[in-house]
């Protein structure tokens, strides 16, 4: 592993870190104390106590344990060490935290919900950008995600529904169901939105008098690919070159950057784009509908006579 590598990968884990601590705050400052329940395995764990009487430590490390060898299996190694990482840590936070806050920081159940549901679904954002996860629904989440065009959050609010519905059952309590699905709803909308906005991409078109030298310089600095569009200007009256990219949004800052000390005069068009699919982008997945549809239809053995 080079040192630039270390450093990148260093970065990974400290982001990773910070997620987690982040969540750690939301569970102890917020939903624990406020005795909302949540969803994932460890409320899975919980509904098993309750009705099998099933201690729900080992519960929820052996069901977090079968999906991590999943994981390591379907997702790579790397994702597998960063949840054994996240899982450690985040345990570790989860039990250290509460001396520190020993009170609930709000005592509005409704507020600690919506606090505590947007900082762990903010937590969940940061962790599935950096290639970890905390386990439980998350891992599941992901293994489906990486072949399905199915959003991670989505796939986590229909298996935490269940989760949390089977909870009225057990606790004989709407008011903590509902709260339940407060959390887990502001938790998947908040995962959503950071992995959206992490992969969103932009349409630049560039009118400029030095296309050649912008397209170099785009080519080796951001090393994304461009086309060329031949067009006639009616001010100028005169052929010239367009140049059309997609980037990623986070890199539009520096394509802005090359053309501005290119050619300061240059037109700018940018376009926000719903999906770019190819290479250095996401890989398409057909929704599991597609899938099946594709499948050849059997043909019934026709008996003549």
Request: aromatic share 10%; no cysteine.
């Amino acid at each position: 592993m080079t040192r630039i590598e270390l450093l990148k990968e260093l970065k990974s884990y400290a982001i990773i870190t910070l997620g987690l601590m982040i969540s750690a705050v939301g569970w102890t400052g917020f939903i624990i104390p406020s005795d909302i329940v949540g969803g994932g395995v460890m409320g899975l764990s919980s509904l098993l106590y309750f009705v099998f009487e099933i201690p729900v430590g080992p519960t929820n490390l052996v069901i977090n344990g079968i999906l991590i060898l999943l994981s390591m299996k379907i997702l790579g190694k790397g994702f597998g060490f960063k949840t054994i990482y996240s899982l450690v840590v985040l345990s570790l936070f989860i039990t250290v935290f509460p001396y520190f806050i020993t009170d609930p920081i709000v005592t509005d159940k409704f507020m600690a919900a919506i606090i505590g549901g947007g900082m762990v679904g903010a937590s969940i954002g940061i962790l599935f950008v950096q290639g970890g996860s905390t386990g439980g629904t998350e891992i599941v989440a992901m293994i489906i995600n990486k072949n399905h065009n199915i959003s991670p959050g989505r796939i986590m609010m229909f298996l935490d529904v269940i989760i949390i519905s089977s909870s009225i059952f057990v606790f004989k309590s709407l008011e903590t169901m509902v709260f339940g699905f407060v959390v887990i709803g502001l938790m998947s909308y908040i995962a959503d939105m950071l992995l959206t906005g992490s992969r969103q991409s932009v349409q630049v078109l560039i009118i400029s008098q030095h296309p050649k030298e912008i397209a170099d310089k785009l080519s080796s600095q951001i090393n994304r690919g461009l086309s060329f569009l031949k067009g006639r200007g009616y001010y100028h009256a005169g052929d010239r070159e367009f140049i059309i990219t997609i980037v990623k949004k986070s890199e539009s800052h520096m394509v802005f950057q090359i053309i501005k000390d290119t050619d300061p005069d240059a037109f700018i068009s940018v376009a926000n784009v719903m999906a770019v699919y190819g290479q250095g982008f996401d890989q398409y997945k057909p929704p599991l509908s597609a899938k099946k549809s594709s499948k050849p239809k059997s043909t019934p053995n026709r008996i003549t006579g």
